[in-house]
C-alpha cells in the first residue's frame, strides 16, 4: 500500500490549459513536499509545506503554485507550462522537518506530459 | 549550499556477490544520511539511513558506514538478488535557520545479473 496518494496518474496537457495534481496522507506527517524528477535523474525539491505553511521555495517558475489547504492535503496547480516541464512529480510527506531529519515517504507520482 | 556526489553511476555485479556504493557530501553541518531505492516506473522508497552520531547501521542484507572526517558514507548490499536491481540515491540532510535541505546524489544504476 502506498500510504502518500498522488492523482492522477497521468496528465496530458497542451501549454494554455490549467490543472491540479493532487496529494493526500494520513500519516500525521507535518511536513509535504513537491519533487519533480527527470529521467535518469534524482528527484529536484519544488516545495515545502511544513506545518501548513511554505517554508521553502526553490525559486520554481510562478506557472507552478502550491496550496496546503489542511495538514493532510497538498495540491499543486498548473498554468501555461512549457513543454519541457514534462516530467515525473513526485509528492512526499515526512514525520517533521526540524534539526533531526526524518525519512520521506513518496507519492506514487503524477506523470505528466505537456504538448 | 551542499554537493552529494555519488559513484559509480552504473553497477553490475553477479546474483549472490556484493554491491558497494560510495557518497561524499561537501557541509559538515549534515547530519542525517538516507538512502532511497527506485524501481523502474516506481517511486523512491527508503531502505536505509543513518544519523551522524552513528558509525555503521546493518539492516538484514544491507548496510551503511558513514565516516565523518572524510565526509563520506557507503551502501553495502551482500548476497545480491534480481530484486535488487533499481536506481539507488544517497542524500544529505542538514537543518539551518529554520529551514531544512535534503540534497540528492545523482543516483546509481544497480543491475544484478542472474
Known amino acids: 500500500d502506498t500510504e502518500v496518494t498522488q492523482t492522477p496518474k497521468h496528465l496530458v496537457m497542451g501549454m494554455t490549459n490549467k490543472k491540479s495534481l493532487k496529494c493526500e496522507q494520513h500519516?500525521?506527517?507535518?511536513?509535504m513536499y513537491w519533487y519533480k524528477q527527470k529521467a535518469k535523474k534524482p528527484p529536484e525539491l519544488m516545495f515545502v509545506?511544513?506545518?501548513?505553511?511554505?517554508?521553502i521555495n526553490e525559486s520554481v517558475p510562478s506557472r507552478f503554485s502550491p496550496e496546503c489547504p489542511n495538514s493532510s492535503l497538498l495540491n499543486l496547480h498548473l498554468h501555461a507550462l512549457q513543454p519541457e516541464d514534462s516530467a515525473l512529480y513526485l509528492c512526499a510527506s515526512s514525520q517533521d522537518g526540524g534539526q533531526g531529519g526524518s525519512p520521506l515517504h513518496f507519492g506514487n507520482g503524477t506523470r505528466l506530459t505537456v504538448t | 549550499g551542499e554537493n552529494v556526489e555519488q559513484h559509480p553511476s552504473t553497477l553490475s555485479v553477479q546474483e549472490g556477490d556484493s554491491a558497494v556504493i560510495k557518497c561524499t557530501y561537501s557541509?559538515?553541518?549534515?547530519?542525517?544520511f538516507p538512502w532511497y531505492k527506485q524501481e523502474l516506473g516506481k517511486r523512491p522508497q527508503l531502505i536505509i539511513d543513518i544519523r551522524s552520531n552513528v558509525g555503521e547501521k546493518k539492516d538484514q542484507r544491507i548496510a551503511v558506514t558513514l565516516n565523518k572526517t572524510a565526509k563520506h558514507f557507503s551502501l553495502h548490499i551482500t548476497e545480491t538478488q534480481p530484486e535488487d536491481s533499481a536506481v539507488y540515491f544517497c542524500?544529505?540532510?542538514?537543518?539551518?535557520?529554520?529551514?531544512?535541505?535534503?540534497?540528492f546524489g545523482t543516483g546509481t544504476r544497480l543491475t544484478i545479473i542472474p
Open positions: 509545506y511544513s506545518y501548513e505553511k511554505l517554508s
Open positions: 500519516m500525521g506527517h507535518r511536513a
Open positions: 542524500a544529505a540532510y542538514r537543518f539551518f535557520f529554520g529551514n531544512e535541505k535534503l540534497t
Open positions: 557541509d559538515s553541518a549534515s547530519n542525517y
